[in-house]
């Protein structure tokens, strides 16, 4: 039996000003992938990951982070975005309403606020993190 891994949604990117990682990476593969940046490796295996697993996904641990938890604050000090697919029902002028999907950015800080339950009946879908690569230096 052919086993297959679920590769979409793990890459990492940058641009001048922010550093783009795919939410689908293990806490694992993400610490051995070396084309993500050592600064920001270094911040999640010394901050992030004594309080999550190494198998969870990015992508499960941003979505029931809570919003008292303390990694709340870093993410906020290292500018974090993540990209976020929701449904949302649409109501054109003419028909019935449809509902679709929309790709929206939040800071981490409007993502906890939803409660997972919420994330859940809206159909959050976590595609990616984004951080500011300035923040990251003063980290």
């Known amino acids: 039996m052919?086993?297959?891994?679920?590769e979409d949604y793990k890459?990492?990117?940058q641009d001048t000003s922010r550093l783009y990682v795919g939410a689908k990476y293990t806490f694992r593969e993400f610490l051995?992938?070396?084309e993500i940046t050592?600064?920001?490796r270094m911040l999640m295996e010394r901050y992030i990951l004594p309080e999550a697993d190494l198998e969870d996904?990015?992508?499960?641990?941003?979505y029931y982070l809570k919003p008292d938890s303390f990694l709340v604050k870093i993410y906020k000090q290292m500018k974090a975005r993540v990209k976020v697919n929701v449904i949302e029902e649409k109501k054109p002028l003419l028909g019935p309403a449809k509902?679709?999907?929309?790709t929206k950015q939040l800071g981490?800080?409007?993502l906890v606020k939803v409660p997972a339950d919420e994330k859940e009946?809206?159909?959050y879908v976590i595609q990616e993190l984004s951080v500011s690569k300035l923040a990251l230096l003063t980290l």
């Open 108 to 110: 981490v800080e409007e």
């Open 2 to 6: 052919e086993r297959r891994t679920y």
């Open 11 to 13: 890459y990492s990117m």
């Open 121 to 123: 009946r809206q159909g």
């Open 57 to 62: 996904t990015l992508e499960t641990h941003l």
């Open 38 to 40: 050592f600064k920001f």
């Open 32 to 34: 051995d992938d070396d």
């Open 99 to 102: 509902k679709q999907y929309v």
